[in-house]
C-alpha cells in the first residue's frame, strides 16, 4: 500500500487525476462500474487476489483499447516481449523513480492518443521516408510513405479524407 500511495502522490504531482487500488479485484470492480472514465492502468505484476496479467486481460474485455503499463521486480516471472503479448503497452522495471513513472505515463498516453493516426509523409529523400514511417508506425499510426510531391498530391487529390496528417519537408 506504501508504493501504491507513492506512485499516486508523484502522479498527482504532475498534475493527474489518480484512483488507487492496493487490491487487484477492487480495482477491476471500480474500473467496470465506468471504463470510459479511464485514460491509463497502471499495474503491479505481484498483487492480492489477481496478477497483473489477469487484471490486464480482464481490463482489456472491456475497453479493447485501454493502454496499460505494468510494473515489476520479478522478471524471471514476465519480461518486455511476453508483456507485449498479453497487451501492455509498456513494461516497466521496479524500483520505479519518479522520472521513470512520468516518462512512461507520458509516453503509453501519448501514444494512444495518435494510435491509428492516418498519416501522408512526402519526403524526396528516401531514407527520411523509411525512418520517419519507422517511426510512427511504432506509434500506431497507419502511414503512407512518398518519395515524390505530385504523387502525394494526387493521392491526396483522390482521396482528401483518407489522411488525418499530412507531413512534408519544404
Given at each position: 500500500e506504501a508504493l501504491v500511495e507513492l506512485e499516486k502522490r508523484i502522479l498527482e504531482g504532475l498534475g493527474y487525476s489518480v484512483t488507487s487500488f492496493s487490491?487487484?479485484?477492487d480495482a477491476l470492480a471500480e474500473f467496470n462500474k465506468n471504463p470510459d472514465i479511464f485514460d491509463l492502468v497502471v499495474t503491479d505484476m505481484?498483487?492480492?487476489?489477481?496478477?497483473?496479467?489477469?487484471?490486464?486481460?480482464?481490463?482489456?474485455?472491456?475497453?479493447s483499447d485501454m493502454p496499460i503499463i505494468l510494473c515489476?521486480?520479478?522478471?524471471?516471472?514476465?519480461?518486455?516481449?511476453k508483456a507485449k503479448t498479453l497487451g501492455f503497452k509498456k513494461f516497466?522495471?521496479?524500483?520505479?523513480?519518479?522520472?521513470?513513472?512520468?516518462?512512461?505515463?507520458r509516453e503509453v498516453?501519448?501514444?494512444a492518443l495518435i494510435s491509428g493516426t492516418k498519416v501522408?509523409?512526402?519526403d524526396d529523400v528516401e531514407f527520411n521516408v523509411e525512418l520517419g514511417r519507422h517511426l510512427l508506425?511504432?506509434?500506431?499510426?497507419?502511414?503512407v510513405g512518398l518519395q515524390s510531391g505530385l504523387e502525394a498530391l494526387d493521392l491526396f487529390r483522390d482521396e482528401p479524407n483518407n489522411f488525418d496528417i499530412i507531413i512534408t519537408d519544404q
Open positions: 487490491i487487484s479485484r505481484i498483487m492480492p487476489q489477481m496478477t497483473g496479467a489477469d487484471l490486464s486481460r480482464a481490463i482489456l474485455l472491456t475497453r515489476t521486480g520479478f522478471s524471471e516471472l514476465i519480461d518486455e516481449e516497466v522495471m521496479k524500483p520505479i523513480t519518479k522520472t521513470s513513472l512520468a516518462f512512461s505515463v498516453l501519448d501514444c501522408l509523409l512526402v508506425e511504432e506509434l500506431g499510426c497507419e502511414v
